[in-house]
């Protein structure tokens, strides 16, 4: 398979967008990735499109082509795929996009993600986002996402003595990057205090814990690397794109301290990019919940195995830091639109290997990684970008 | 790209099964189609799994792993993708398979399909399947599936004067065919007067001209040609796989009498195989309506435009007529569980090619193909198997 580069990218801000629907948002995502790409439309010869419950939220489905439609490309007639994984779904997206590409069945092809979310209640919104649990085993027995990682979170602590504090640094962290992202929903810094006196959500997780359920876009145009600079002066090379899967159910894995799936689809990108852990310059990680950062960055190899509380607080992943977690503020803080995080979390990992992430740059990086999980890890992708080529 | 081949499929009985759930048909298919293909569950290391609204209709996204653990290869952790794309979905799940092995991406892939349709009311059914339409211009004013393809059959009657009768010809045969196969849902034949005088549904489409919401999984197993004979005496070639989109609302398009995904889809999968219509032995094609049947065979190029309803009446696409259509009994008859339709068009193109389809045998068939249309065409999928290899 040949080498894949992504050659522009798009976003929607992040938030509560009442003025924009779900059409809306991904129309405007798209179209900024195409003019960031430099160029046509009509260009594209396949679309493959993230999003988990766009049926459940705002009852349509079939949004492939929908997506095409909008962007007024329906007179290409190009295949137009949509994917789901959970919160993962925006990930998967990019990987079969990867693959089209990669496999030479296709040659320019748009990724992209979309969630429109903040038009259901609350009871609703729970009901949804436990649709990627196990619905007969977790969600009809009245555990939620938030309950889920609220236990993860109970065991680590009780295991590797992870504290409450070093939870609420991953959570003060990224509102101090997302301050500095003009796409982040939360633009305000916030005190360890914050996290620990706001409203429980589920024992040990507060509100400040929770990366809020938001609307957003964001889209992505690959081509391969060999007509990347026809483009543009700066292609990204996906030096690796894996995906893995586990349990549906968080009761029936081996641990629930660490995520198999994304140790193994790290363990795999790393081995496809031929580099390791050490490599990377930076990472986007998936912080649904603050534990799920700390379970990541031991996952990937960034901390030992029971140490990630201490590296969080120590300011090991501080933008400054040894290996900068985030830097976009992470789904805490510019918000988690769920089929369109894992796009965004791309598109930070371009903007730095470009050198174009304004006040949050990360000096000289060349490795950028992105991983991202469905549920409570029953999906994980990990991609892995090469810049500076 | 190399060459892939069908190595192995199975289905569940289609109908209103109620001791089954989602889960329980994927795995029964899974299984079934694993043991077809003579291997273990283990050695596959790819899922694409499509489904419409399995978070509609049971409350449950994040279907692809879920299907990899209750098929209880969760310990294999291998990528499991969900597609969706109305009722194609099941089709785009096997290209989507198809392009993984084609690459090399992948070695043995299965590609599934799966709906649990019978649980939810009548107007949660209505609601639910206009999802694959447009929602904020077709099903918000009260357009359903239904209405808009009873649109479609009124101009295509008005302006080739196709006749009611011809319309229940379409589902005459299907049912007729239906007696024939052990997995169909409606194994009783009928006559043109039962379709005549049946509840009209959208005028002009009775209840017998619109394929039945059911319940039902099927899956298939995919390898590369070269490696096939290792499973399999009867490897069946994937000669073509083709997707193609159009816009999402049946009002945008250029012409309501026939689908230019289709055709565009026909066109380059014929090219694709090296072949032309004529060469085609049998087909299975997207019947939910029977005014979808004479569209396609038009649109496929078995029948010129506007002589669908002839060929249809005039016995042309009866079991030993010209050009079988729908020897499974079609969607009107074998029934139509959403996500599982695409696949099962392909186990019957299989088992067609192979010589094990029973009393529905079709005499020395090398060449099937499969369309399969989501929505009321904003997707087309069409697949060509070749046997005799």
Known sequence: MRDVAVIGVGMTKFGELWEQSLRDLITEAGMKAIADANLSGSDIDGAYVGTMSAGKFVGQEHIAPLVVDMAGLSNTHIPAVRVEAG????????????????????????????????????????????TSCDQEWEAFFGASMSSLYGMMARAHMHRYGTTREQLAAVAVKNHANGVLNPNARFKFPIKPEDVLKAGMVADPLTTYDCAPASDGAAAVILCSMERARKFTDKPIRIAASVQASDTIALHDR????????????????????????????????????????????????FAEKGKGGIAAASGETALTGRIPINTSGGMKARGHPLGATGIAQIIEIVDQLKGRAGGRQVKDAKFGLAQSVGGTGATAVVNILEGGL
């Open 254 to 301: 081996r641990d629930i301290c660490t995520m198999d799936s994304v140790v193994l689809a790290a363990k795999k990108a790393y081995a496809q990019a031929g580099i390791t852990a050490e490599k990377v310059n930076l990472a986007e990680v998936h912080d649904a919940y603050t534990i799920g950062e700390i379970m990541a960055i031991e996952d990937l190899g």
């Open 87 to 130: 919160d993962a779904s925006g990930s998967v997206a990019f990987r079969e996009a990867y693959l089209a590409v990669a496999s030479g069945a296709h040659e320019l092809v748009i990724a992209g993600g979309v969630e429109k979310m903040t038009d259901v209640s609350s009871s609703q919104m729970v009901n949804i986002q436990s």
